[in-house]
C-alpha cells in the first residue's frame, strides 16, 4: 500500500521556525521528483519546494532563502525546514513524489503522483 504521512505542522508566531516531515512506504523516494505543496484558504495550491532524484533543488520565490528541502533515501523522508516564517506562509502543506520532470507545473499536473493527507501550518503576526 502506498502512503506518504506528512507530521511537523502546527502554529508557530512570526519569526519561528518548523520543520516538516514526509514519510513514505510503498514507495522509494530514490529515483523519484519530491515536493512541497501547500494550499491557504481561498486559494488555490502552489509549489513551495522540490527536489530531484539527483539532488537538485527548486524553491518558489516567496520561500527562497527561508525554506530548506532535504530528503534521507535511507529512512524513505522528506523534510521542509522553514525559517523566518510568515503569516503568508500559513497553509495546508502536502508533500507529493512523481515520476516526472521535477517542475512544479508538471507536479501539480501528472495523474500519477503520490499526495500526503497534509499538515497544517499556522503563523500568527
Known amino acids: 500500500q502506498v502512503r506518504a504521512l506528512e507530521s511537523g505542522g502546527g502554529s508557530v508566531q512570526a519569526g519561528g521556525s518548523l520543520r516538516l516531515s514526509c514519510a513514505a512506504s510503498g514507495y522509494t523516494y530514490r529515483d523519484k521528483c519530491m515536493g512541497w505543496f501547500r494550499q491557504a484558504p481561498g486559494k488555490e495550491r502552489e509549489g513551495a519546494a522540490a527536489i530531484d532524484s539527483d539532488g537538485s533543488t527548486l524553491y518558489a520565490d516567496s520561500v527562497k532563502g527561508r525554506f530548506t528541502i532535504s530528503k534521507d533515501n535511507a529512512k524513505n523522508t522528506l523534510y521542509l525546514q522553514m525559517n523566518s516564517l510568515k503569516p503568508e506562509d500559513t497553509a495546508m502543506y502536502y508533500c507529493?513524489?512523481?515520476?516526472?520532470?521535477?517542475?512544479?507545473?508538471?507536479?501539480?499536473?501528472?495523474?500519477?503522483?503520490?499526495w500526503g493527507q497534509g499538515t497544517q501550518v499556522t503563523v500568527s503576526s
Open positions: 507529493v513524489a512523481v515520476s516526472a520532470p521535477c517542475l512544479f507545473a508538471v507536479i501539480a499536473d501528472t495523474p500519477f503522483a503520490y
